[in-house]
DNA sequence: CATGAATGAGTCTTCATTCAT
DNA sequence: AATGAATGAAGACTCATTCAT
């Protein structure tokens, strides 16, 4: 957590700071970054980063934790009201909407990404539980599309879950960092939602 | 590449250097594995070491391409006759292979877990490299699937692929890495394939 | 010496920043308390500290002299009516009086002990001056003892003043700081002043 | 203690290390001596101090030890035939071979100084350590004392093994750091030990 | 080739004090 | 006078790599 002397700062500061460091993290990485590049780059003394933020990880936890707030405001609505449908069947508007909110807010979003990329403890541990939030929400949401009769009562929901994130850690953020096209996202996830949806195996045989 | 002084070196001086840096590398991450860590484990000279390798990172990717030689010594006869049998229905035998591997080369294996915990970006190339392959493989052995009739024809061969594989780092390495056991793990496979082969959509719904 | 800022400061505001830097100072040492500590406890702004003191040794000498103050007024009262005995013989009378003030008055005397444990010069200055004050009135005494008849004529009363107190400094002041009892302390120094007084040589030997 | 590293470096290498080290620390205190002081001073790289020493202290502990072994090798013989004389009646030839070896090793002798100016917490452990050590001795010297009838039967030794050691620590120490004289040391010592042996009270008072 | 000492840029962090409002 | 942000020199320690023997 910030420091009450960094809330004080005027918002441009504030923001400044916020800015260039996300930007600073996301090209050298979080563990490539210094507390140096950082006070360089934002022009700020570095005993003042010091009276702002603990240390390097309570400044990446601050982002990321505003990144989630962020994003968390604006997908939210969509979890909460699925309107009468399946939760796979509007799978692929949610993946249209982390897009649209990762196009508004790339900087900001790009950051989750360093959380796959450090050996840092800490932030492995961040990782951890956050993966666990989400799953936590799939699970939540195929379970009612049991309960409504949309997926075979068999179903192993867990597993089912975990799929499903795999394939958006792995692929889906990949392809968004790498700069693939709304298109190539939306159609790499039709594509993986009819695999899971139909099956694949030919009847018969 | 090490250098041929430490390929002409004694065969148990060259194992021994391996297995400890290995284990160190393993238990410590690459990234926080020093050279002073290596050289006082494996008691040799520190000028040794950058007599035998380069830096660090070569000694990384030496390890981590023996590792991959043999793995692929072990597996390679199973992909290479499917014994008139679909490579989807054999997945999970191929798993239960890997698995055999890891337990018996478990330092080994998890070294390529390390790929995942670096930021170096010669690391990640690497990482890269290495997926692209195994992928490669993956949509060859599916597109025999598709030729022989065992999978719908209209079945994206590349998108199915990086669903396996997907799962398969994200959750299967993760838990062998955590120790799961083998029904744990074989479980989780079977239950994931049954989704992937039969689809998870109620008829009619 | 404080600013007359701080002197016009209303008595119980004075009074606070008095007991909480010198509780402060006695908890961590002086060397070790920072600026940023006493702030924080005392609940002044950073800027006010240095309104009210020039520096950290200002504050220090300040309060410590404070405390020789407040002590002198205590135990003068002893020294300058002996009713007619030795001051050797009284000695004991002077450590419990000594002791009765350090009770009442713990943390302003633990203060005292700072002066031992820092290395800071002007800190090493005022503890040689005080010293030499303290040093100045057992001699006085002394010299009364002598003139007296209390002491045999001979004695120079310069080292004795100077062992008495080596005494003092060492053992006394230690045992009061470590949390001895006021028995244990009083024992002590009568079994001292027994050695000075009447000699430890056995006669004829 | 210090690494292999150092042992292994030239002879004249080290004695140089050691001097410069010393000299540095006598002159602004253990306390305010920075390891880029001494890497500066003794013109070694900043990484070479640490291949020699873990820390400042590991350093300075390894420079009083060897401080303590030369005026121990100097000293015990002394200590240890006492030719059947008293010690008390010994004591002031103590003080002069101690003396001259502090003439002898001046530098080396100061070191010892900084054990009671230091803020330092392990500093503080080992000087208190070493005094215990001292003072075990002066009361194996003073029961034997008392044993052979060289000193009242009733006498504390404990006390006076106190008293004994505070005076020199805080006198004589002291004198000898500030540059005093053979001659005044020696005659401040016989004083000290004549109130001691004979006492200050005028019979009959 | 083996050996292990030499190197110094770079890391995080602290803190007394000054400055601007 | 009160406030609290600004400042940057300085501290301890690390480590990959090179050098000299």
């Known amino acids: 957590m910030p420091t009450q002397t960094f809330y004080n700062l005027p918002k441009n500061k504030k923001k400044n700071i ?7 993290i996301n090209d050298l990485g979080y563990d490539k970054t210094t507390v140096s590049d950082i006070v360089k780059a934002c022009q700020i003394p570095r005993g003042s980063f010091y009276q ?3 240390n390097k990880f309570d400044l ?9 707030q ?13 309107a009468g449908e399946a939760f796979i069947d ?35 541990d961040m ?11 799939y699970r939540d949401l195929l379970t009612q599309d049991v309960e409504n009769g949309y997926l075979k009562a068999g179903v192993n929901v867990d597993v089912l879950a975990k ?26 996830t039709t594509c993986m939602i009819d695999i899971i949806k ?3 195996k030919k009847e018969g045989s």
Do not use: C, W
């Not at 916020?18 to 600073?24: F, Q, R, T």
């Not at 997908?75 to 009201?81: C, G, M, N, R, T």
């Open 127 to 137: 990782r951890q539980h956050m993966e666990e939030k989400k799953l936590d929400i």
């Open 90 to 124: 509007l799978y692929k508007d949610f993946v249209q909407a982390s897009l649209d909110f990762a196009r508004q807010h790339l900087d900001v979003y790009q950051l989750g990404f360093q959380l796959y990329q450090t050996h840092d403890e800490t932030v492995n």
């Open 52 to 54: 702002y933020f603990d």
């Open 198 to 200: 139909y099956g694949v």
């Open 18 to 24: 916020e800015n260039v460091a996300i930007k600073l």
């Open 163 to 188: 799929l499903l994130y795999a394939f958006n850690v792995k692929e889906l953020y990949h392809l968004i960092y790498e700069g693939g096209t709304d298109r190539e996202i939306l159609d790499l």
């Open 70 to 82: 962020e994003e968390m405001t604006f997908i939210k609505p969509l979890y909460e009201d699925l």
């Open 60 to 68: 990446f936890s601050y982002l990321l934790e505003s990144k989630q």
